[in-house]
Antibody, heavy 121, light 107 residues
Framework: EVQLVESGGGLVQPGGSLRVSCAASGFTFSSYWMSWVRQAPGKGLEWVANINQDGSEKYYVDSVKGRFTISRDNAKNSLYLQMNSLRAEDTAVYYC??????????????WGQGTMVTVSS | DIQMTQSPSTLSASVGDRVTITCRASQSINNWLAWYQQKPGKAPKLLIYKASSLESGVPSRFSGSGSGTEFTLTISSLQPDDFTTYYCQQYYSYPWTFGQGTKVEIK
């Protein structure tokens, strides 16, 4: 079964750091671009960052540039998001998502269940 | 950044109705548009990619059309399971951006 499972969410104080992880299974992880997408409570979806197959290309939304770092370990079939200098507005469910191939590239065909990150004192 | 605007924000309809949701981009995105369905407390589910291609396993009552800056998602005959929220997303240029969502509710 194709699956993405996030972990590592929790409560962190403003200015703090947190790393969330995503474990992939059931497909050739190293063949796909991967993304993080977040959703603040009661709000819409926001793409955060993505990374190419070998980790040599990374893109970020402006609001997290310089604070968040996306990375991957293909040997471990895992995706990561290191979040530093966290702000209250970063509070959200963070989803790991697979970007499709070919004409689907950039559309997210597989999603994890999400992990909640709460930034509060 | 490319802004994606969905209309309406809320849509009231009945089982069996034909409904259409519109998504407008602030600049041309060719056909690089996806539609998702999201149920409360769940991850989004891909319905349509490349504006009009139906994702595998998605019922044929869902269809997408459009190009350039204006796109539509049509549900030909609403089923009870379809009353939830829908999002469009452009993947033409970074940052990828989503519409604000359309909630389809029971009339």
């Amino acid at each position: 079964e194709v699956q993405l499972v996030e972990s590592g969410g929790g409560l962190v104080q403003p200015g703090g750091s947190l790393r969330v992880s995503c474990a992939a299974s059931g497909f050739t992880f190293s063949s796909y671009w991967m993304s993080w997408v977040r959703q603040a409570p009661g709000k819409g979806l926001e793409w955060v960052a993505n990374i190419n197959q070998d980790g040599s290309e990374k893109y970020y939304v402006d609001s997290v540039k310089g604070r968040f770092t996306i990375s991957r370990d293909n040997a471990k079939n895992s995706l990561y998001l290191q979040m530093n200098s966290l702000r209250a507005e970063d509070t959200a469910v963070y989803y790991c998502a697979r970007e499709g191939l070919g004409n689907m590239g950039g559309a997210f065909d597989i999603w994890g269940q999400g992990t909640m990150v709460t930034v509060s004192s | 950044d490319i802004q994606m605007t969905q209309s309406p924000s809320t849509l009231s309809a009945s089982v069996g109705d034909r409904v259409t949701i519109t998504c407008r981009a602030s600049q041309s995105i060719n056909n690089w548009l996806a539609w998702y369905q999201q149920k409360p407390g769940k991850a989004p589910k891909l319905l349509i990619y490349k504006a009009s291609s139906l994702e595998s396993g998605v019922p044929s009552r869902f269809s997408g059309s459009g190009s350039g800056t204006e796109f539509t998602l049509t549900i030909s005959s609403l089923q009870p399971d379809d009353f939830t929220t829908y999002y469009c997303q452009q993947y033409y240029s970074y940052p990828w951006t989503f519409g604000q969502g359309t909630k389809v509710e029971i009339k």
